[in-house]
């Protein structure tokens, strides 16, 4: 076998095992944030009064500050609930696609490499 085929063969052998390391990684990493660190993904920020109107008095421009009402604040709760949850499916698909892809890829030519041996 030439050098430069078995080169080749070791490149895209190890392109492979790195695709199904940092897959496989990336579900690990998915699956304690789900089910044992629940805590990890989630964002803390405080809740700060909105500008709702500008005034003018006389020449003066005031911004009036409105509170969130409960409503408002259980809302933004369940959107970033909902963005949470989205943004581990986006983690999920992209893991299984680089094992999908990884996976083939190594074991074909590791097994092409170990052939030639």
């Given at each position: ?10 490149i ?26 629940t805590?990890?993904?989630q964002?803390?920020y405080?809740?700060i ?16 500050e ?15 609930k ?15 696609a680089?094992?999908?892809v ?13 052939k030639?041996?």
């Amino acid at each position: 076998m030439s050098k430069l085929k078995l080169i080749y063969l070791y490149i895209f052998s190890s392109v492979g095992l790195i695709l199904i390391i940092i897959g496989g990684v990336s579900l690990i990493n998915l699956g304690l944030k789900t089910y044992i660190f629940t805590k990890a993904d989630q964002d803390y920020y405080y809740r700060i009064p909105v500008a709702q109107k500008i005034i003018i008095e006389d020449g003066v421009e005031k911004a009036v500050e409105k509170e969130l009402t409960e409503e408002e604040i259980k809302e933004q709760e369940e959107t970033a609930k909902e963005q949470r949850s989205a943004q581990r499916q986006r983690d999920a698909a992209q893991a299984v696609a680089m094992l999908i892809v990884g996976i083939p890829l190594y074991t074909y030519h590791w097994r092409q490499v170990r052939k030639k041996d």
